[in-house]
């Protein structure tokens, strides 16, 4: 089948030249980091989780998204998802596979990851941390190709399949659960160390990658001839509202939390994040533009997307789509890893500013995910346009 991704017009060429020209790009930088080392980044002493950290935590979610589609079908045989459920756990490939690589570029030295295995810990949430998403990656290649392959022979697919379809769904649950662990484990983090991390993770994972999902969805409808339906698509905006919905009502807690208890570690963070932090005489507040946008455009795109939905509006759809993202993004992506360094654990500001090769480098493996998510997407939509002759 993966002969059908080496066909396609100019439009679809040209996307994939200008992906490889990104990974060309960030693949020169990742080689300046290499020969230098992480000191080229803008991580220091103080701040040792940076863009790299912060895109993997966001895409663990993206990836864990695709549950909202996998659940519904397999479990309850809500068959209106049967066209993009294959598209959710293909989505799940790719993000994972950014997340990885996200790894692997924070690691410094690629070597260093074999350390995990060499010098297994149990004790460490990084050790589950490596066996869930390597385990979730293993389970949708495996189910989805399998599914993929059936459909294009004209069979059912494998029984064993459906069994490892089913522990996906719990898996799915788990990689997003293990790394919000990674945070709320740490005792000298005061910002991370809260309860409902986990569930606010999760509940930001099943709102970004079905909106994700559903504008690629959009997309694919006006350059192809695939049509996810009417009812999923519906079905999706459901979901999408409110799994955010829930997300705000989570960072509405911590707010209560911070500032009716007037805890002072979760307190300096939100005002650093929100208002900018006062200290030695100056004020630090690189993250305020962008968390208050984040907030903004999450308050504009939840009642927007369901204001699409009745109005069956594509563009307001699409719109209300990439105002989520675009606020979960920032939320977790940004503010949530890298507020969490605000103040340091010596009552001190360090703020954190990527550098140029950082930012290449992180743009070449967003490419590479597109890069993945396009093969892949090419492949499912010409075996089921063939099979719908």
């Not at 080496?6 to 679809?12: F, I, T």
Request: with cysteine; proline share 3%.
């Amino acid at each position: 089948m993966i002969e059908k991704a080496l066909k396609g017009g100019s439009g679809y060429w040209a996307w994939i030249i200008f992906l490889l020209a990104i990974i060309g790009m960030g693949g020169m930088f990742y080689v300046q980091q290499y020969n230098y080392g992480l000191g080229i980044t803008g991580m220091s002493r103080d701040v040792t989780w940076g863009v790299y950290i912060s895109q993997f935590t966001f895409l663990v979610g993206v990836a864990a998204g695709g549950l909202m589609l996998v659940l519904p079908y397999y479990i309850h045989h809500y068959k209106d998802f049967g066209r993009i459920t294959i598209l959710g756990e293909f989505m799940a490939i790719a993000a994972v596979i950014m997340c990885l690589l996200f790894i692997m570029a924070d690691l410094g030295q690629p070597i260093r990851a074999l350390n995990v295995l060499l010098h297994p810990t149990p004790n460490s949430m990084l050790f589950w941390d490596m066996i869930v998403l390597n385990g979730y990656l293993f389970l949708n290649v495996v189910c989805g190709w399998a599914v993929l392959h059936a459909e294009y022979k004209g069979v059912k697919y494998a029984r064993w399949v459906k069994y490892l379809i089913y522990l996906s769904i719990p898996w799915a649950v788990s990689i997003h659960t293990v790394t919000a662990f990674l945070y709320c484990g740490l005792p000298g983090r005061h910002f991370w160390l809260t309860a409902i991390l986990a569930p606010r993770f999760l509940a930001s994972a099943f709102a970004a990658g079905p909106a994700l999902l559903l504008l690629v969805a959009l997309i694919m409808e006006r350059t192809t001839k695939f049509r996810v339906g009417q009812v999923a698509k519906d079905k999706l905006v459901t979901i999408i509202g409110y799994a955010a919905l829930l997300n705000f009502f989570f960072v509405g807690c911590e707010f209560f939390v911070a500032y009716y208890s007037q805890i002072p570690g979760h307190m300096h963070t939100l005002d650093y994040l929100f208002w900018g932090l006062s200290h030695d005489g100056h004020t630090y507040n690189n993250l305020v533009p962008f968390m208050r946008a984040s907030m903004l455009m999450g308050l504009v795109g939840i009642p927007l997307i369901f204001i699409a939905r009745a109005r069956q509006s594509g563009g307001l759809l699409a719109l209300s789509c990439i105002l989520l993202f675009l606020s979960l993004w920032i939320d977790k992506g940004l503010g949530l890893v890298l507020g969490g360094f605000v103040p340091t654990m010596m009552e001190g500001v360090t703020e954190y500013y990527p550098s140029v090769q950082e930012l290449g480098i992180t743009a070449a493996i967003w490419a590479t995910g597109f890069f993945v998510l396009t093969l892949l997407y090419k492949v499912a939509i010409e075996v089921k346009l063939e099979q719908e002759g």
